[in-house]
């Protein structure tokens, strides 16, 4: 029982080979990537080649096979040196879980064998200008004619947009039915008809582009269709039950890449003649970061194991990760950066970028609001009591 709530050889490994490729080829670029706002083209190539750009692809798709948990670590461990960087295999796992969830075995050979060579990325089209929270009031439309169908919409907040070559596309067939309403396709950005909105500008995860998606008279082969028409509601929110502890890695990794450079810069500052950690004050800062993000790690990996297992408590525990170690790593960044002082105002230090680049992983795949109410949901429900 000595491994008993210890990562597994394998898995350390992992973390291990992701840390090594993030500090050399990932982390050198982080300050440049957020102060042009550029892709991080660097990143995805490393990532790539080390076959971490996707790694949750399975490997009779082509791909590396990683498990819930070890797709966490790489995310995390690229987290710890660059967010912006770590939505490479955060979206891609994001925008073609719906395919491996709900897709035929043909759209998965395809579109999951293309992602895994890296012919392209991929992105998960749900959000609308007035489709946010309330995610059901979808009003792109998708009507079938003959052997397609055509969409027509506009998508908001897409990450990886203009980048990625293939997206998921969630769309209204019969308005009347709400959410039972709803479908899924796998769109590309080569098809006539699609187009992108300019960059947003944003607070942090600068180098990963955000855009709007447009849909004009996107004209798709019927086989596009993820699944049954009517799903898509239901694989969009599975696929957010696993990927909501993609963004608590990314948080859990943000926070401890925060707490690491804190913890150098107070051993060498010198104030009234010592160190500044020497001080009590400043000990206790720290031991509340460390604890917090031990927390935010144990919760996080915790709901790896239900998302790898597929368990009937992975809703409640994909969105307690997701809202705990993301309001941890607002927390753990905000703290870094007063450990700094005004050193740690400054963009010639790492944790005013890693504060903002955390905020938002209070806000996506859900505000932790909306986490709130899919955890009361499932406590109501009862789902937590019956295990
Ligand atoms: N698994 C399977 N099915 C689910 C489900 C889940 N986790 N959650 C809901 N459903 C099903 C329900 O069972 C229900 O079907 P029945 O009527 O048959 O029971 C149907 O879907 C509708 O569910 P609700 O009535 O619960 O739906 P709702 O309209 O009340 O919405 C919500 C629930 C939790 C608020 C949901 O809208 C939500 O999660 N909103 C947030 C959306 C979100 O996370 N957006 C992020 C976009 S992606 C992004 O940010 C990414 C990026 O680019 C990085």
New binding site residues.
């Given amino acids: 029982m000595s491994d008993f709530f210890a990562l597994s050889e394998e898995h350390q490994a992992i973390r291990e080979a992701v840390r090594a490729l993030a500090e050399a080829k990932i982390a050198p670029h982080a300050a440049d990537v957020d102060e042009q706002a550029r892709f991080p083209q660097e990143a995805a190539d490393a990532l790539l080649a080390a076959d971490f750009h996707a790694p949750h692809v399975p490997e009779q798709y082509g791909g590396a096979g990683a498990d819930a948990l070890a797709t966490v670590l790489v995310i995390e461990e690229v987290a710890r040196v660059d967010v912006s960087a770590s939505?490479i295999p955060?979206?891609n796992k994001?925008g073609s879980l719906p395919v491996q969830i709900g897709g035929s075995e043909e759209l998965k050979a395809k579109y999951l064998g293309a992602l895994a060579r890296g012919d392209g990325g991929f992105?998960?089209c749900?959000?609308e200008p007035d489709a946010?929270?309330?995610?059901?009031a979808q009003k792109t439309r998708a009507v079938r004619d003959g052997d397609a169908y055509v969409l027509n919409g506009v998508k908001r907040?897409?990450?990886n947009a203009g980048e990625s070559e293939y997206y998921t596309v969630l769309a209204m067939t019969d308005p009347e039915k709400?959410?039972?309403g709803i479908s899924a396709f796998v769109v590309e950005k080569s098809d006539p008809g699609v187009s992108f909105g300019g960059k947003e500008k944003k607070l942090g995860i600068k180098g990963s582009p955000?855009r709007e998606v447009y849909l004009d008279d996107v004209r798709i082969p019927a086989d596009r269709l993820i699944g049954e028409e009517g799903k898509g509601?239901?694989y969009a929110?599975?696929t957010?039950?696993h990927t909501r502890v993609t963004i608590a890695a990314q948080a859990v990794g943000v926070a401890q890449g925060a707490l690491d450079y804190a913890l150098g810069y107070v051993q060498e500052r010198k104030q009234f003649g010592k160190p500044i950690s020497d001080n009590q004050g400043i000990q206790f800062m720290l031991a509340d970061m460390g604890m917090k993000v031990e927390a935010a790690r144990q919760i996080t990996y915790a709901a790896a194991g239900r998302s790898e297992r597929g368990d009937k408590d992975l809703?409640f525990f994909g969105a307690a990760a997701k809202a705990f170690a993301s309001d941890v790593a607002m927390q753990v960044t905000t703290d870094a950066v007063q450990l700094l002082g005004g050193y740690g105002f400054t963009s010639d230090y790492p944790v005013e970028r890693m504060m903002r680049d955390a905020k938002i992983t209070q806000i996506?795949?859900?505000?932790n609001q909306?986490q709130r109410?899919?955890m009361a949901?499932q406590l109501l429900a009862g789902v937590q009591s019956k295990l």
């Fill in positions: 939505l955060a979206v994001l992105s998960y749900l959000s946010g929270s309330d995610a059901a907040w897409i990450t709400r959410s039972k955000t509601f239901a929110m599975q957010l039950d809703t996506y795949e859900g505000t909306v109410i899919v949901r």
